[in-house]
C-alpha cells in the first residue's frame, strides 16, 4: 500500500498548487519554498508518468490528468480535516460565515441572544462582503455559511431555508407628498442602488410591467443593501430593498413603502453545512435557535405578499 501511495505533503502541494492555480501562492500557504512545490508536482508527475499542469509562464493551468487528481484529493484532506476536529478543543464551536448586511440588520442580534441562552455550541462569525455569496467548505475554513441563495447547492451540502428574499421601494415619509403614488412617478426620482448591476430594480420593475418607463442607468450604486437603506431612510432618493431586512425602519416610520406591491425573487437566506460534517449535532441546535428567532414582517404588510417573481 506505502508503495502506491506518494508522500502525503507531496499530494497536498498539488492539491494547493491546483487550487490556486500557482506554485508561488501554494508555497505562501504552506510556508515553504516556490522550488519545494515545483519538486514536490515534478515527483508526482514522475512517479504518475503524466504532467498534472500545462505551465504558461507563472500561471498554471491543470491537465485532464491533474483534474481527475486534483478533485478527489480536494475531499479526501476535508475529510482528514473533519476528523482531526472531532479531537480539537474547537469541536464545539462554528465558524460561521456570513453575508455583512445580513450580520449588521439580523444575524448579530441574534447570535448574541443564542450566546446568553447558554446554547452548548459557540459560534465563530465571520462577516463577508459577497455580491454573489457563495462558500466553498473544501478551501473556506467555514463549518457553514448562510447564504442569499435560489436554493440550489452541490449533492453534498445540507440546506435549510431561513427566509425568503421580498423586494420593496422604500423612501423617507416626507420624499413623496402624494400618500398613493402612480408607478410613473419613479421615472422622475432619484433611484438608489444597492448593487452596482442594479438587479433588485430591475427585477422589481420587471414583475410590476413598469421597466420600460424607468431609466436604470440613472442614481446613486451602492455597494450593499445596508447602504442603500441608510440613504433612503436619510431622504436622498428611493430604494429596493428586502422586506425582512428593512422592517425596523418601516415599523418605526423611518421609512414608508409608497407602492403596495412586494416581490419574492425566489430567492432566500440558506443556513448551509456539508452533510458529512462532524459538528452536524451542532449545526442542527443553531438551526432550530435561528428559525425562532427570524425577523419579523412590518405590521400590515402580510396581506399585499402574493406578488411573486
Given amino acids: 500500500m506505502t508503495e502506491r501511495i506518494p508522500a502525503l505533503y507531496a499530494l497536498r502541494a498539488f492539491e494547493i498548487a491546483a487550487r490556486h492555480g500557482s506554485f508561488s501562492k501554494a508555497a ?3 510556508s515553504v519554498t516556490q522550488s519545494a512545490v515545483s519538486h514536490h508536482v515534478r515527483n508526482l508527475e514522475s512517479l504518475f508518468d503524466c504532467e498534472l499542469f500545462e505551465r504558461h509562464g507563472p500561471r498554471l493551468r491543470l491537465t485532464e490528468q491533474g483534474r ?6 480536494k475531499t479526501g484532506f476535508k475529510l482528514i480535516d473533519d476528523a482531526c476536529t472531532l479531537l480539537r478543543s474547537d469541536r464545539q464551536r462554528l465558524r ?13 442580534r441574534a447570535l448574541d441572544r443564542f450566546r446568553q441562552a447558554g446554547q452548548s455550541c459557540e459560534v465563530q462569525l465571520s462577516s463577508v462582503w459577497m455580491d454573489v455569496d457563495t462558500v466553498d467548505f473544501y478551501t473556506e ?16 451540502v445540507e440546506r435549510c431555508r431561513l427566509f425568503e428574499e421580498w423586494l420593496v421601494p422604500v423612501c423617507h415619509p416626507d420624499y413623496l407628498p402624494d400618500p398613493e403614488p402612480e408607478l410613473a412617478v419613479l421615472g422622475r426620482l ?7 448591476d442594479r438587479r433588485d430594480w430591475q427585477r422589481w420593475l420587471a ?36 422586506l425582512f431586512l428593512a422592517g425596523s425602519e418601516i415599523s418605526n416610520g423611518q421609512l414608508r413603502l409608497p407602492f403596495r406591491q412586494a416581490v419574492a425573487t425566489g430567492q432566500g437566506y440558506d443556513l448551509v453545512w456539508l452533510k458529512s460534517s462532524p459538528k452536524a449535532r451542532q449545526m442542527r441546535v443553531l438551526r432550530d435557535y435561528l428559525l425562532a428567532q427570524l425577523p419579523a414582517c412590518p405590521d400590515g404588510v402580510l396581506e399585499w405578499l402574493p406578488l411573486r417573481a
Fill in 28 to 30: 505562501q500557504e504552506l
Fill in 68 to 73: 481527475m487528481l486534483a478533485e478527489p484529493l
Fill in 96 to 108: 460561521l460565515k456570513a453575508p455583512s448586511t445580513l450580520t449588521m440588520r439580523w444575524l448579530l
Fill in 141 to 156: 475554513p467555514y463549518d457553514c455559511a448562510i447564504l442569499l441563495s435560489d436554493g440550489h447547492y452541490p449533492a453534498d
Fill in 190 to 196: 432619484e433611484l438608489l442602488h444597492a448593487t452596482r
Fill in 207 to 242: 414583475r410590476v410591467g413598469s421597466g420600460r418607463h424607468v431609466d436604470l442607468r440613472r442614481g446613486q450604486l451602492f455597494d450593499t443593501l445596508d447602504q442603500g437603506i441608510s440613504a433612503a431612510a436619510q431622504g436622498l432618493g428611493i430604494s429596493v430593498v428586502d
